[in-house]
C-alpha cells in the first residue's frame, strides 16, 4: 500500500507524529511536508493521512501564520514557515480517488479542532475517509508532546493500514 503523510509543523511536534504514523502504516508510507507533497509525490496514493496543529481553535489561516512570523519571540526555537498551510495545500490538492485519515495536534483542553476542516478538503479532493481522525497531545504551547504519543501514533499507523487491507 502507497501512503503519504502529509504535515504542516511549526515547531516539529507534528512532524514527530507524521513520522511515527508513516512507520506504523509500514515501509511504503513516508511522511513528507506540504511543501514536498506534490502531485508527483502523491500520484497514486492508495492512502493520504494529513495533519497539522490546532492554533487559534482551528486550521491554521495564514493570518495566524503572519502572527507568529511576526511575534515568535516567546518561543524556544523559531517557527518553521518554510512550508505552506495544511489549508493552502488542501486548496491545491489534485483530484484523487484513494482513502484518507486526518490528525491534529493540540494543548489536551484546547476547544476547537482541526480534524474537521482536513477531513472536508481531502474529501473535496476525492479522498474518503478510513477512519476517524486523531488527535495527539502536546503539554504547552510550543510543545513537547505529551509521553507516549508517538507509540500511539505508531498504533494509529498500524491501525490505519490494517482498515486499508
Do not use: C
Not at 7 to 21: F, M, Q
Not at 64 to 82: C, F, M, T, V, Y
Amino acid at each position: 500500500m502507497k501512503a503519504r503523510v502529509v504535515y504542516e509543523s511549526l515547531w516539529g511536534n507534528t512532524a514527530k507524529i507524521a513520522r511515527a504514523i508513516a512507520e506504523g502504516i509500514g515501509p511504503e508510507a513516508r511522511a513528507v511536508s506540504t511543501a514536498e507533497a506534490t502531485g508527483d509525490v502523491l500520484a497514486g496514493i492508495d492512502l493520504i493521512v494529513a495533519g497539522a496543529p490546532l492554533l487559534a481553535f482551528g486550521l491554521p489561516t495564514e493570518a495566524i501564520r503572519e502572527s507568529i512570523r511576526k511575534d515568535s519571540g516567546s518561543a524556544p526555537s523559531p517557527p518553521d514557515l518554510s512550508h505552506p498551510s495544511m489549508r493552502a495545500w488542501l486548496e491545491g490538492l489534485p483530484p484523487g480517488e484513494g482513502r484518507a485519515a486526518a490528525f491534529e495536534t493540540r494543548i489536551w483542553w484546547s476547544p476547537g479542532g482541526a480534524i474537521g476542516a482536513i477531513s472536508r478538503g481531502l474529501k473535496r479532493a476525492g479522498y474518503s475517509p478510513v477512519a476517524k481522525g486523531r488527535r495527539f497531545i502536546v503539554t504547552g504551547k510550543y510543545g513537547p508532546l505529551r509521553d507516549g504519543e508517538l507509540d500511539r501514533a505508531r498504533q494509529w499507523g498500524r491501525a490505519l493500514a490494517q482498515a486499508m487491507a
